[in-house]
C-alpha cells in the first residue's frame, strides 16, 4: 500500500500536523514526516518531492504557517496529489497561510484544507488512496459509522441533561 508523506515548514508546526500522523496511524496507513522549507532549504522541499512517487508515496501532505509556498512548491515538483494544511499562529491567525496555500495558479493543484485541518488532511489522503483500495474504503466507511454513531450518543446526553 502507498504510504502518505507528510512535510512542514517547521518543527513549530509539528503540534498541529501531529493530528494528521495519528488519524493515518488509526486508519492503518504508513506515513513518512519531514521537516523542510520552502525557503529555508528548498534543494531539500525539492529532492523530497521528485523522489516521492518512486519512494512509494501516494499523497503528501504538506502543512506550512505564514507565507505558506510549500505545499504549491512541492506540487510543482510532482504530480502526486497535494494536500495543503494552512498552520495557523502569527499576527492574521492562519488567514496569511490558508490564501497562500489556496490561490494556486491554474495548471499546479492543491487541495486545501481549514486552518489547522491536518486531521481532515489525513482523511482526505485515505479518501483518494481508497479509491483503488476496497479494504480502505471499508476502514474509511467504519469510521464515519462510528462518528455517527458519536454524535448520537451525544445528542442523547444532552437530552437527559436538559430534562432534568
Ligand atoms: C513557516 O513559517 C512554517 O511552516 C511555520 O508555520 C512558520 C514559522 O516557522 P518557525 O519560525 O517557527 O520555524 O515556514
Same mark, same amino acid.
Given at each position: 500500500?502507498?504510504?502518505?508523506?507528510? %512535510?512542514?515548514?517547521? #518543527?513549530?508546526?509539528?503540534?498541529?500536523?501531529?493530528? =494528521?500522523?495519528? +488519524?493515518?496511524?488509526?486508519?492503518?496507513?504508513?506515513?513518512?514526516?519531514?521537516?523542510?522549507?520552502?525557503?529555508? @532549504?528548498?534543494?531539500?522541499?525539492?529532492?523530497?518531492?521528485?523522489?516521492?512517487?518512486?519512494?512509494?508515496?501516494?499523497?503528501?501532505?504538506?502543512?506550512?504557517? /505564514?507565507?505558506?509556498?510549500? $505545499?504549491?512548491?512541492? =506540487?510543482?515538483?510532482?504530480?502526486?496529489?497535494?494536500?495543503?494544511?494552512?498552520?495557523?499562529?502569527? $499576527?492574521?491567525?492562519?488567514?496569511?497561510?490558508?490564501?497562500?496555500?489556496?490561490?494556486?495558479? $491554474?495548471? %499546479?493543484?492543491?487541495?486545501?484544507?481549514?486552518? #489547522?485541518?491536518?486531521?481532515?488532511?489525513?482523511?482526505?489522503?485515505?479518501?483518494?488512496?481508497?479509491?483503488? #483500495?476496497?479494504?480502505?474504503?471499508?476502514?474509511?466507511? #467504519?469510521?464515519?459509522?462510528?462518528?455517527?454513531?458519536?454524535?448520537?450518543?451525544? @445528542?442523547?446526553?444532552? +437530552?437527559?441533561?436538559? /430534562? +432534568?
Amino acid at each position: 500500500m502507498s504510504r502518505v508523506g507528510i %512535510i512542514m515548514g517547521s #518543527d513549530s508546526d509539528w503540534p498541529i500536523m501531529e493530528a =494528521a500522523h495519528k +488519524q493515518l496511524m488509526e486508519l492503518g496507513l504508513k506515513s513518512e514526516v519531514l521537516v523542510a522549507s520552502a525557503h529555508r @532549504n528548498p534543494e531539500t522541499v525539492r529532492e523530497f518531492a521528485q523522489g516521492a512517487r518512486a519512494g512509494g508515496i501516494g499523497v503528501i501532505i504538506a502543512g506550512a504557517g /505564514a507565507a505558506a509556498h510549500l $505545499p504549491g512548491v512541492v =506540487a510543482s515538483f510532482t504530480t502526486l496529489p497535494v494536500i495543503g494544511v494552512p498552520i495557523s499562529g502569527g $499576527p492574521f491567525k492562519g488567514v496569511e497561510a490558508l490564501l497562500s496555500i489556496v490561490q494556486m495558479p $491554474p495548471g %499546479i493543484p492543491v487541495a486545501t484544507m481549514a486552518v #489547522d485541518g491536518a486531521k481532515n488532511a489525513a482523511l482526505f489522503a485515505a479518501a483518494i488512496l481508497a479509491v483503488g #483500495d476496497e479494504a480502505l474504503a471499508a476502514k474509511l466507511a #467504519d469510521f464515519r459509522a462510528k462518528q455517527a454513531e458519536a454524535v448520537k450518543a451525544k @445528542n442523547e446526553a444532552l +437530552q437527559i441533561k436538559i /430534562a +432534568q
